[in-house]
């Protein structure tokens, strides 16, 4: 079963920074985009970012100027530097390499174990 392997994640003050990474099998990582999306309690899982093999990148409105996420092609690694988190950035955060449909990239079949974000005081 092919599984993305996240780490990061952790507990932080608001105005903190932290950044969670993803790895994944070479032959998913080389022909995905590679995305991170969010759940928080009671609410639906949402897109944060994700980013192409081209490195175009797409953000949530919400995390747009906070959150950077990038790639390594070499490492198959996707990363997501989190700056100036917000209470409300608490959520668990999901590795997903993403599927083209219809011209589109939407969430894909593969996902990472989540990882917990909790920003409080």
């Known amino acids: 079963q092919v599984q993305l392997v996240e780490s990061g994640g952790g507990l932080v003050q608001p105005g903190g920074s932290l950044r969670l990474s993803c790895a994944a099998p070479?032959?998913?990582?080389?022909?995905?985009?590679m995305g991170w999306y969010r759940q928080a309690p009671g609410k639906q899982r949402e897109l944060v970012a994700f980013?192409?093999?081209?490195?175009?990148?797409t953000y949530a409105g919400s995390v747009k100027g906070r959150f950077t996420i990038s790639r390594d092609n070499a490492k198959n690694t996707v990363a997501l530097q989190m700056n100036s988190l917000l209470p409300g950035d608490t959520a668990v955060y999901y590795c997903?390499?993403?599927?083209?449909?219809?011209?589109?990239?939407?969430?894909?079949?593969?996902w990472g174990q989540g990882t917990q974000v909790t920003v409080s005081s």
């Open positions: 997903n390499a993403l599927k083209l449909s219809w011209g589109q990239w939407t969430q894909g079949d593969y």
């Open positions: 070479r032959n998913i990582f080389s022909i995905s985009a």
């Open positions: 980013i192409t093999s081209g490195y175009a990148t």
